[in-house]
T-cell receptor, first 110, second 115 residues
Framework: AQRVTQPEKLLSVFKGAPVELKCNYSYSGSPELFWYVQYSRQRLQLLLRHISRESIKGFTADLNKGETSFHLKKPFAQEEDSAMYYCALRTGGGADGLTFGKGTHLIIQP | DAGVIQSPRHEVTEMGQEVTLRCKPISGHDYLFWYRQTMMRGLELLIYFNNNVPIDDSGMPEDRFSAKMPNASFSTLKIQPSEPRDSAVYFC?????????????FGDGTRLSIL
């Protein structure tokens, strides 16, 4: 069965410092990886997906199949980045349900 | 578009009672998902539907849980009888017809407390 691991429950960094939220997965096939974010008092929303190879709000994530990782990075953290971040995996080519990691609470200190 | 709408936002009830959670997906979305979030287990997929038909219910924890989607704009998740360990936040999400990597749009969730 597939699994997503986010080793850090809580990550606190200072404003302007680089951020890296770790995500590792276990799945024998070709996964589809996503990062979802939940800001305070808002609903869970998609941040980015690996297939798009996009940068959203300064965040990027590269799928490393050799290391089975999909770490989320941002070079300079901003206070508005404080939120819960969830890494998620989908195994099917269609709209199968997501397998989520347990999330990392990112706190950006001023 | 108001997005995925869930009701109620909060539910507090005594164990043994029937609980019904409701979800209205985004119009035009063919897929609907029910997730449960707890401190211990995080976000877990319970069941999902495609065109109102249940596709995978392997995440439904017990027979006490049931989900229906009578039409394209409405789904329910029922727990009968409810138990304290069912306390969690239940999320509904929908996505367009599959085309690879379609994002799921989440509702605000229902916070359920079983006393």
């Amino acid at each position: 069965a597939q699994r997503v691991t986010q080793p850090e429950k809580l990550l606190s960094v200072f404003k302007g410092a680089p951020v890296e939220l770790k995500c590792n997965y276990s799945y024998s096939g070709s996964p589809e990886l996503f990062w979802y974010v939940q800001y305070s008092r808002q609903r869970l929303q998609l941040l980015l997906r690996h297939i798009s190879r996009e940068s959203i709000k300064g965040f990027t994530a590269d799928l490393n199949k050799g290391e089975t990782s999909f770490h989320l990075k941002k070079p300079f953290a901003q206070e508005e980045d404080s939120a819960m971040y969830y890494c998620a995996l989908r195994t099917g080519g269609g709209a199968d349900g997501l397998t989520f990691g347990k999330g990392t609470h990112l706190i950006i200190q001023p | 578009d108001a997005g995925v709408i869930q009701s109620p936002r909060h539910e507090v009830t005594e164990m043994g009672q029937e609980v019904t959670l409701r979800c209205k997906p985004i119009s035009g979305h063919d897929y609907l998902f029910w997730y449960r979030q707890t401190m211990m287990r995080g976000l877990e997929l319970l069941i999902y539907f495609n065109n109102n038909v249940p596709i995978d219910d392997s995440g439904m924890p017990e027979d006490r849980f049931s989900a229906k989607m009578p039409n394209a704009s409405f789904s329910t998740l029922k727990i009968q009888p409810s138990e304290p360990r069912d306390s969690a936040v239940y999320f509904c999400a929908s996505s367009p017809r599959h085309g690879g990597n379609q994002p799921q749009h989440f509702g605000d969730g229902t916070r359920l407390s079983i006393l």
